[in-house]
């Protein structure tokens, strides 16, 4: 899939920087409290690109906003490949994140529109997608940091991005604009099922904002050996290329709200081994089951907002549950690494398993009579348009 090539380019270079934050530290004498205000800044500018452009791709711009978002992406990677300050680093991160903000919900709109009927085998596809390209990053750094230096991969990446514009280019996309596609999705939260859907995406958020500010960080500090730090993301990421399609296809037929909350509250178990287990094998041989788990259950939130949204309305629906998810794995980020950095490593990790578990729990709860929904029978997408509109 031609947009699943996309968003794998785009999602590797964040697998860089998240491989390569040891690195800064280390080379650059940049804190971890800072580095997880680096890891934070990003989610927090596509949190802002996600809620205030991401409608514009259901007003007929979801191909051009695609392109800007990469143009985006390769000016925040060059960035990134030459910073040495913590200033330099927030700002390439930052451009990054609306780069990835913008061209993430436009994607998913053309997908969602594009195939209904294979609305979660397709988001699945796009889930593989992302974690394959996340799990290039890691791959790219442990071949080429050692020999050609830490802007490599960065630039690397970066000139993908380039060359993907002459992808979307070559997409035919059907672009149709709505008179009520130009509001901004907040007013979406009044449909409980979305509401329920936001919530099962924040959740998963706060385990990847603590996840991605912590794993290298620990490893290092139990030494560990490199590899096991870069290899270790492509082991836990791994069963997502072949098992995410397969997740998604269970959540739009058992149903995403009885998949999602199950999954996360095995995820928060798992969350919270991180924070005891003794060494770096061990950890590295939970982390591969924690990743099948995750495979099949974390596309349940995507596969319900596009349940639950009405049709003229996909990009600024999936916009705003990333945006949620994105301000939240911010905020987690800096918060695991002022935890980790001030308490150690099971606290960090027993609060965001804590999250996790309100969470689910919320969202099971407000799930409500649409908990049972499936493909089969979903939640009449006009009902709610009406709900939100006060007409019901």
Known sequence: MSLGAIMAVMASGYGVMFTVLDDYRDR??????????????????SFLAQIFLAPLADRGYAKPIVVVGLLLNFSG????SFGQTTVVLLIGRFVMGVGLGVAFPAIRRIVILGDADRLGDNLGLLLAADVAGFAVGPLLSALVVGPLGLPAP?????????????????????ERADAESSKLAFDLLRIKPYAAAVCMGVAVFVMIGTFDALWVLMLDDLDASEWIANVGIT????????LAERGGRLAQRIGPFRVGPAGLIIGAVYMLMYGLLPSALVMLGVGMLHGVTDSLTVSSSAVAVGMVTPEDR????????????????????????FLYESYGRFPAYAVCAIIMVALSVTAFILSGSQRSATSDDPVDVNDSANAVTGHA
């Open 77 to 80: 990677l060059v960035m990134l």
């Open 28 to 45: 650059f004498g940049i804190s971890e409290s800072r580095l997880g205000m680096i890891v934070g800044i990003g989610f927090l500018s």
């Open 314 to 337: 996909h990009a600024g629906g999936q916009g705003l549950l990333g945006g949620i998810q994105t301000l939240s794995a911010g905020a987690i980020a800096v918060v695991a690494g």
């Open 235 to 242: 082991l836990f990421v791994l069963p997502m290329i072949f």
């Open 154 to 174: 960065f630039l690397m990446i970066a000139t993908a991005s380039l060359l993907s514009i002459l992808i979307i280019g070559r997409i035919n996309v059907e």
